[in-house]
């Protein structure tokens, strides 16, 4: 190496920080602790968690709602072959129907929804616990206020809900 490249290495220091001469050079100058990228990762994960379930709740529940506003509740069969049936209709579909007879009691899960076509149709989506089959049943709601519902079953039969909650 010659004596002049070797006496312009030394005017220049590490990193290319300024030179002794008082030239600066463009890079910016780092200091403190580095980034915690981890942070950032955690942050943009919570980030895309919230913005999905609050995706989740608005589409579910406020944009496209299974079943009216008014059934939604806890319903009980008054009279008839029925009596003392109770059904629990969430706002996003989900449907359970209880009915206990003496000490023994029975729960149906599934899923209820209104016909695209015909307000007045209520779908009601369940599966056998015997054979895995999914029954479909159309229910129509002949009468729908705040603390009554008269509901008719495939097979014809009026109930009278009254309800609970």
């Known amino acids: 190496m010659s004596a002049t490249k070797k006496e312009k290495s030394k005017k220049t220091r590490k990193n290319n920080a300024p030179l002794a001469s008082g ?3 463009n890079l ?3 200091q403190g602790k580095k980034p915690r990228r981890w942070l950032r990762w955690l942050l943009t994960a919570a980030c895309v968690f919230i913005t999905a379930v609050l995706t989740y709740g608005l589409v579910n529940y406020v944009l496209w709602p299974r079943i009216p506003t008014a059934l939604v509740g806890t319903w009980r069969v008054q009279g008839g072959p029925q009596d003392g049936v109770t059904l629990q209709f969430q706002r996003n579909g989900d449907f359970q129907a209880r009915l206990k007879r003496g000490e023994e009691g029975a729960i149906v899960h599934a899923r209820a929804e209104v ?3 015909d307000e007045k149709k209520l779908r ?4 056998d616990a015997r054979t895995k089959k999914k029954i479909t049943k159309i229910h129509i709601i002949r009468s729908l206020t705040d603390n009554e519902l008269l509901l008719e079953d495939p097979t014809g039969t009026v109930s009278k809900l009254i309800r609970q909650e």
Do not use: L
């Open 115 to 117: 016909d695209g076509t």
């Open 124 to 127: 009601i989506v369940s599966t």
């Open 23 to 25: 030239a600066t050079s």
């Open 28 to 30: 910016p100058q780092v």
